[in-house]
């Protein structure tokens, strides 16, 4: 009983990021839910009582995949500036091919004045790269202009250039400007000599979504 519960409250989560992602928070209701779904409504409302638990549920989600991303990288034994480059193409992947990730970014901007707020996608983003930065930074792997705070707030905002190229750009051309941004970042923000230690395009080994969905 426990285990067809968990599934069903998966379902939902996934049903809801589908809808959230397409058609916004405002579009998505529970009723549309429950017509993807399948469940009844006594089923939705057991595990969330409205649409902003949902909502919740949904980014909750969304942030574990970014953060289970990040910790097999970090096993692989990749250094914190190889991991900050992969996490971009992660998650230019991810917008395209997994919906959870593309409807917390959505859930994130369209919901930033709900009292109380949700979980907050860009907050985990920033989390992430500051504490990478700092890694980085004690490891003797960056400039000084990689150590301020300028680093960290050009990094930070490229997650919400990502949510707008994802969408505007065919994958292959997104990833072709993602590798040309971080040559040039590269210069800026690690020394000269180990600029080309570091591989700057996607590759296959970033980590399966469909496992993850």
């Known amino acids: 009983m426990q285990a067809r519960s968990e599934r069903t409250r998966r379902n939902l989560i996934q049903a809801g990021a589908r809808l959230f992602n397409e058609h916004g928070y405002a579009s998505a209701t529970l009723g549309r839910i ?3 779904t399948g469940v009844t409504k006594g089923a939705l409302y057991f595990h969330f009582a409205s649409k902003e638990m949902l909502a919740d549920a949904v980014q909750q989600e969304s942030s574990a995949r970014f953060v289970d991303f990040l910790l097999r990288q970090e096993e ?14 992660w998650l230019s992947r991810a917008l395209r091919e997994d919906p959870v990730v593309g409807a917390g970014l959505r859930i994130t901007h369209e ?28 490891a003797g792997a960056l400039r000084a202009a990689g150590r301020g705070e300028g680093a960290a707030t050009l ?16 994958p292959e051309e997104l990833a072709q400007r993602l590798a040309a941004s971080w040559d ?19 590759t296959n080994a970033l980590g399966d979504l469909a496992e993850a969905a």
Not at 81 to 89: A, E, G, P
Not at 113 to 138: H, K, M, S
Not at 184 to 202: I, S
């Open 155 to 170: 990094l930070w905002a490229m997650v919400c250039g990502l949510a707008a190229l994802a969408r505007a750009l065919p």
């Open 34 to 36: 429950v017509a993807d």
């Open 184 to 202: 040039l970042l590269l210069t800026v923000l690690v020394p000269r000599d180990e600029a080309a230690r570091y591989r700057t395009h996607a």
């Open 111 to 138: 919901c930033a004045d709900r009292e109380p707020p949700v979980t907050d996608f860009y907050q985990a983003w920033n989390r992430e790269v500051l504490r990478l930065l700092r890694r980085a930074g004690e």
């Open 76 to 89: 692989s034994g990749a250094p914190p500036v190889q991991v900050l480059i992969d996490m971009t193409h």
